[in-house]
């Protein structure tokens, strides 16, 4: 049974007791709730993610339940909890949905050990995978949907999974955030996209998550080797830009946008040194979207084969294009 097979009534009654164990990919999540709206979020976000059968089988459990006392005027607001303990809140009601994904990553960023994780997204097409990754507003994520939205399949966003000894990317494909202009920016390229509502004065602005394909989400147990890193900067008004760089540089940025590299010692070292043997990385610097994906595109573009095969680019410095 996948999520859209449930009414958002229904949904909700599951929510409220046993809870709902939602299969993201790597993940097993047991979720429980009696906040209105929640269901009917989670419906628009993971309409295509699977529900297990078995409440008792799972990875962690987070809860979103109602405050007990009045912190938000007429609204009690909202605590969240951890495999029972509870971490966050309370905060406004408005904001249950937008603080369950991000409960989400906080999990998956301080209670994995069985993967490397990095701040980064990642698309594939045709076996190849590509990692994008950067601080946050670099513009990894509008990237990773605009992709997502015209013919390659979302690994993951804003948290991707390596496991140690297997090149291979973890599928873990969850709604896209995304954030103020990138929302109409991706609802303009992808008129089937499917988002959750519109959240406005958060701390990061206003929000809204795009719902996964349903081909990302069924193809999440493939596997997907990356073959290119992209380091992507926005600046509002720029050319884009695109030039690679040496793979000692490539490896220590891959190091800075890691979430628990330090503390997997020599795991972590051969793993990040595994992707740096069998990746080229490139900045790329844009100003708009239309641009980025071309040069995308062509970074993306497979080796050439034969005696006539051109060398590599050194990295000496930046083609516009």
Same mark, same amino acid.
């Given at each position: 049974m996948i999520l859209s097979d449930l009414s958002v009534a229904a949904l909700s009654a599951r929510l409220h007791d046993p809870g709902l164990v *939602?299969? /993201?990919? &790597? @993940?097993?999540?047991? *979720?429980r709730s009696d906040v209105e709206g929640v269901a009917r979020e989670l $419906? $628009? &976000?993971y309409a295509n993610h699977r529900?297990? =059968?078995d409440p008792a089988i799972h990875h962690m459990r987070i809860e979103i339940r109602r405050g007990r006392w009045r912190g938000f005027g007429? +609204?009690?607001g909202v605590v969240a909890s951890v495999n029972g303990q509870a971490i966050l809140g309370p905060f406004p009601t408005y904001l249950a949905y937008p603080m369950l994904e991000s409960i989400f990553n906080w999990c998956i960023a301080k209670s994995v050990l069985r993967f490397i994780v990095f701040h980064a997204g990642a698309v594939e097409r045709d076996g190849r995978a590509l990692i994008l990754t950067g601080p946050s507003g670099s513009g990894k994520s509008t990237l990773c949907a605009g992709l997502s939205q015209s013919g390659w399949r979302l690994i993951s966003d804003e948290l991707i999974l390596l496991r140690p000894g297997d090149p291979a990317l973890v599928g873990n494909p969850r709604p896209i955030s995304? !954030?103020? %202009?990138?929302? +109409?920016r991706i609802r303009d390229l992808g008129p089937a996209a499917k988002f959750t509502e519109v959240y406005?004065?958060?701390i990061r602005g206003t929000i809204s998550f795009l719902c996964p394909t349903e081909e990302s989400v069924a193809r999440a147990g493939e596997p997907a080797v990356p073959s290119r890193v992209i380091f992507p900067s926005f600046r509002t008004? =720029?050319? /884009?830009?695109? !030039?690679e760089i040496e793979k000692a540089q490539g490896f220590m940025r891959l190091i800075e946008n890691s979430v628990n590299y330090v503390t997997t010692l020599r795991t972590g070292f051969e793993a990040v040194a595994g992707v740096t043997d069998i990746c080229r990385f490139y900045e790329l610097t844009f100003g708009d979207? %239309? /641009? &980025? @994906? $071309? &040069?995308?595109?062509k970074i993306a573009e497979p080796e050439p084969t034969g005696a006539g095969a051109a060398p590599k680019p050194t990295g000496a410095g930046a083609a516009p294009l």
């Open positions: *939602l299969n /993201t990919g &790597a @993940f097993r999540v047991r *979720l $419906a $628009a &976000a529900i297990e =059968s007429r +609204d009690r995304l !954030k103020n %202009e990138a929302i +109409d406005e004065g958060t008004g =720029s050319a /884009t830009e695109v !030039k979207l %239309e /641009t &980025a @994906f $071309a &040069a995308i595109e």
